[in-house]
């Protein structure tokens, strides 16, 4: 079946990673929003809907080729390239595999750690992926299938987040059938996908392994405070800062007014002026508090066979007059 989507047609894989998404979202207990926005980004950059078209450059100007890039001096090509993605089954493999991990390190660490992790993965795969095209043509000469070999997806970066999350594990895990130590699956399935997949960027996924490992030792021997760690509160600190002064009022909201503000309130009872609002029953009388004519005129036992007269008398001797 055939189902028309912005610019693309499915053939059915794109529904199915949809239902999938959604599915893992309502089901689980932590919904890791990071995780959901760059399934999104990469989703709509393969869609291309035409609200967003002028604003996505063509696939043609973001191929990540290791040539061009230092030629040109291109970041739009190192940067970009992960996000985009030759076909469906390319984009659905990927992004079922990042909705995995991106539930295992995002509900583990927070949200703006994960964003820093994927962002440092992202730019040390691709520069480790670079360095090593650039150094098989300056030490062996080996130009054809690296240096100016043309790629895009976000497998580097799932290799690399892959070396991060098994890193401490010691349990094992199937690759394409085979059981391996978790800690070695990433090299498990760059050997394999190499033989069973054809087409696949050995040196990008190598990349993201290299970029991994080389993330995990600078994690361990750096103490201090990630960069892009600091970077990216900032961004979402500034977001958040219009909104602080929009407080929600604390209690229940209903279609007919706040319940438990901390507004003041008068008894319609005694007429004493109640100025926490977070009371049920009015401080002076007892009397049970009304909310736009919606809780009952019933009274506590406190105030139960006083006549209006004697509460509001006592209210004087009690104030002194107020």
Not at 25 to 39: C, E, Q
Request: aromatic fraction near 12%; hydrophobic fraction near 40%; charge should be positive.
């Amino acid at each position: 079946m055939e189902v028309r989507i912005g610019q693309r047609v499915s053939r059915g894989m794109l529904p199915l990673l949809a239902l999938h998404t959604v599915s893992e979202y309502y089901r689980s207990d932590h919904k890791p929003p990071f995780t959901a926005a760059l399934i999104a980004a990469n989703t709509l950059i393969y869609l291309r809907p035409s609200f967003l078209d002028p604003l996505i450059p063509p696939i043609e100007q973001v191929w990540f080729n290791p040539h061009l890039i230092l030629k040109n001096k291109d970041l739009k090509r190192f940067l970009l390239s992960p996000f985009y993605h030759i076909g469906e089954p390319h984009l659905v493999y990927n992004m079922l595999s990042l909705l995995w991990k991106g539930f295992q390190l995002e509900t583990s660490m927070g949200s703006v750690d994960f964003a820093s992790i994927v962002a440092s993965l992202l730019v040390l795969s691709q520069g480790v992926t670079l360095m090593l095209s650039k150094s098989l043509l300056l030490f062996f000469d080996y130009e054809r299938s690296y240096y100016s070999e043309y790629s895009v997806g976000f497998s580097g970066v799932l290799f690399a987040m892959k070396v991060v999350l098994n890193s401490q594990s010691e349990n094992y895990t199937s690759v394409y059938g085979i059981i391996v130590p978790s800690r070695y699956a990433a090299w498990a399935e760059l050997v394999l996908a190499q033989l069973l997949v054809p087409g696949v960027s050995f040196l990008g996924h190598l990349g993201g392994i290299l970029a991994g490992l080389l993330y995990l030792k600078l994690r361990s021997t750096y103490s201090g405070s990630n960069p892009i760690k600091v970077l990216i509160r900032g961004i979402v600190d500034a977001v958040k800062w219009p909104f602080k002064f929009l407080r929600r009022r604390r209690g229940r909201i209903t279609g007919r007014g706040t319940v438990g503000s901390n507004r003041a309130w008068r008894c319609q009872t005694c007429t004493y002026d109640n100025n926490n609002g977070s009371l049920r029953v009015c401080e002076m009388c007892g009397t049970i508090r009304v909310v736009n004519g919606v809780s009952s005129f019933q009274r506590s036992s406190h105030s139960d066979g006083l006549p209006l007269d004697e509460l509001r008398r006592r209210r004087i001797d009690r104030f002194g007059g107020r």
